[in-house]
């Protein structure tokens, strides 16, 4: 018998499926954007203003996705970007995330916003990215990077685009809050929803008991449904470049700024000695009708120098992949039909989801005459609006 996730065809599906399983606060918190959702949509649509250009009749028979990253060579240029809280959205989310990835060798970026201890996830794909948020004060920053340095995590992702609170209007209008509050409604959401009910909140109940929020600093934070949960997440509007300065000061291995959309911004990170940059808008989640990652990524690609640039905010195909990768970048991270994937079917639910980008991505460089990821170059593309 045919399992749910195994009806999809597209990353895409998977989000119909994920909207019937999960309560519509959750499923709100995962789709929504900032606003008025103009970044969530333009994002998403600017893709499509590139086409492509193939080559006809080159040999395409032993086509090679694999890419190297930092001293890895991952199968395929796609990987899992940071997504918070997906605990909740399916059960155990990040290790069935970190296992999907290892599976599949493809990068695995685990969200410092997360719910289960980044020591236990890493036991499960020890390849994997540390994504941080970074603390209030530098004594705390300190012993953040130390707990990744002990877990023996190579690359650590920090992120720089959440100074300030979003104003996800989105998720007070579908009763989504942080910390969760028990109220009639969301228990109606949780009996309607049994699936989730049984599957993701009561067993994680039974066998770990309440969530906490583990990785945002060295030690334990606050609980899911705590009033201190909010606070954990301020207090990031002081914080400077001379922090980052001090972390690549003290981090040894590979280091990632992710949310770069300046050209300044780049070259600051080169400057500063960063092995790679993210281009990204955070999936249209932090700033309204901020500009679209792909549109800048090649003036930031040729400020970028020697680091590594990647990608991530709206991807749903491989022809997506493949323009971005035309322009420059070496790699790129989907973030919420992984989500969906894991919420609809668990670890193998994510797998499917992996092999059907992949799989796109490689029938893409044969349909275009490429070979290899190496033979993609802006020859490939042309703006059609």
Known sequence: ?????????????????AQKRLPHPLFAYVSGGVEDNIALHHTQQSYAHYGLIPENMVDVSQRNTEVDLFGHRYAAPVGIAP??????TGFQGDIALARAAASKNVPFIMSG??????EDVAAANPAMWFQAYLPKTLEEIDALVDRVKRARISVLVVTVDTPVKANRENNVRAGFSTPFRPSLALAWQGVTHPRWLYGTLLKTLLTSGIPYFENNNAVRGAPLFSKNAVRDFSGRSHLTWQHIEHIRQRWTGAMVIKGILSRNDALRCRSIGIDGIVVSNHGGRQLDT?????????EIVTAAGNMTVMMDSGIRRGTDVIKALALGARA??????????????????VEWAIDLITNEVSRDLGM??????????????RLIR
């Open 1 to 17: 018998m045919r399992k749910l996730y195994q009806r999809c065809l597209s990353l895409n599906d998977f989000e119909k499926y």
């Open 83 to 88: 997504m918070g809280i997906s605990a909740i």
């Open 113 to 118: 916003s997360s719910l289960i201890p980044l």
């Open 290 to 298: 901020v500009i679209p990652p792909i549109c800048v990524l090649p």
């Open 332 to 349: 790129c991270f989907v973030g919420r039909p992984f989500n969906y994937a894991s919420a609809v079917g668990g670890t193998s639910g």
């Open 368 to 381: 275009l005459g490429a070979p290899s990821l190496a033979d993609l170059s802006e020859k490939h593309l």
